[in-house]
């Protein structure tokens, strides 16, 4: 399929998860996410923050464990600004606002430069076998992930398993090294 049938198809397999199904798969994501990514030499993860009318997947778990668990590890979080992304470090949630498009992001902090990064969480609707992923159309992430170092781990999570082959991949379409899904792992 292509991305724009495969946006269309996911959003409305997201639409269709009951809220209670949609908890139990966000739990099965933070713990398989634990499982998937060591994380001892990791010392600053970009995090996306989910967009609840969507219904991604929420990472606020992740994010909270992270605090609890591993708290030499620095958290980023995205801002939109000139149509690019810009990261900052997480100070609390005293920094953070909802933007015109209804997505909570920094109002202010300390910018964390993108080679700082060791590992993002990519926001996405579908990804393939090959770690290919179809986001929301407008390139933000991908453009954001050339910023980064090449080892910089490209994490993305979905409630549901890979397609086979997205049809229509264009080279500046950057690959996830892990996806994880409430049941599998997927390593490319």
Known sequence: MKKDELRKVYLAKRKALTPTKKTLFDRQLCDRFFL????SFIKVVHFYLPIESKGEPDTWLIIDRIQTEFPHIQLSLP????????????????????NSWGIVEPKQ???????????VLVPLLAFDNNGHRVGYGKGFY???LKECRPECQKVGLSFFSAEDKIEDIFFEDIALSIAITPTQIYTF
């Open 79 to 98: 801002k939109i600004k000139d149509n690019e992304i810009e990261s900052f470090y997480f100070e609390g949630m005293h920094q953070l606002e909802k």
């Open 109 to 119: 902090g300390m910018s964390t430069p993108p080679e700082k990064i060791d590992l």
């Open 36 to 39: 998937a990514i060591d994380l």
């Open 142 to 144: 991908d453009r954001f």
